[in-house]
């Protein structure tokens, strides 16, 4: 069974860092084709991808917030860490880790983690 | 970046209504597309990917279609359950860009 879980602040202020970190069971991520990505979703808005790491140290990142963002893993610690430099009240959102499921070459988010709110504010 | 446009933003549907939401990729996407659902306080649930399979464990009352730009998910009969926001997603390219959503409310 695969489960995923976000980690990190509740709250910080603008022009910090946000670090966040997504801890998952059920899958290696040394295992090929195996992947984990990042989503945001803002109150009441749409969601937005943010980040994807591969297996092989392969990493997408959202072209407008590429210069901010950096994904790591650790595969010993079965975990996947998101940072964000220069945090922006507009960065306040639940942010969702979840695992990228891949059918032949289609791929898709077939399980997520319950999301952790982040708000920046002063 | 590939744009997601989906069509309507809301509908208001009763049980057993037959529901048709559309999702417009600004390229081609071949058949790279994803149907997720997604309830208040809840994360998004997987719903359809590949345009048409139906994710294990997800009623066949959920069918997707559709390839190249144009694509569609369909309801055939609401269920109660079924009053959630909708989303498509497109994973031909990064950014993996979704739509704005379709929230279903009950009439």
């Known amino acids: 069974q695969i489960t995923l879980k976000e980690s990190g602040p509740t709250l910080v202020k603008p022009t910090q860092t946000l670090t966040l970190t997504c801890t998952f069971s059920?899958?290696?991520?040394?295992?090929?084709?195996?992947?984990v990505g990042w989503i945001r979703q803002p109150p009441g808005k749409a969601l937005e991808w943010l980040a994807l790491?591969?297996?092989?140290?392969?990493?997408h990142y959202s072209p407008s917030l590429k210069s901010r963002l950096t994904i790591t893993k650790d595969t010993s610690k079965n975990q996947v860490v998101l940072t964000m430099t220069n945090m922006d009240p507009v960065d306040t959102a639940t942010y969702y880790c979840a695992h990228l499921a891949v059918a032949g070459t289609y791929g898709s988010f077939d399980i997520w983690g319950q999301g952790t709110m982040v708000t920046v504010s002063s | 970046d590939i744009q997601m446009t989906q069509s309507p933003s809301s509908l208001s549907a009763s049980v057993g209504d037959r529901v048709t939401i559309t999702c417009r990729a600004s390229q081609s996407i071949n058949i790279y597309l994803n149907w997720y659902q997604q309830k208040p306080g809840k994360a998004p649930k997987l719903l359809i990917y590949?345009?048409?399979s139906l994710q294990s464990g997800v009623p066949s009352r959920f069918s997707g279609s559709g390839s190249g730009t144009d694509f569609t998910l369909t309801i055939s009969s609401l269920q109660p359950e079924d009053f959630a926001t909708y989303y498509c997603q497109q994973s031909y390219s990064t950014p993996w860009t979704f739509g704005q959503g379709t929230k279903v409310e009950i009439k």
């Open positions: 790491i591969y297996w092989d140290d392969d990493k």
């Open positions: 590949a345009a048409s």
């Open positions: 059920g899958f290696s991520l040394s295992t090929s084709g195996v992947g």
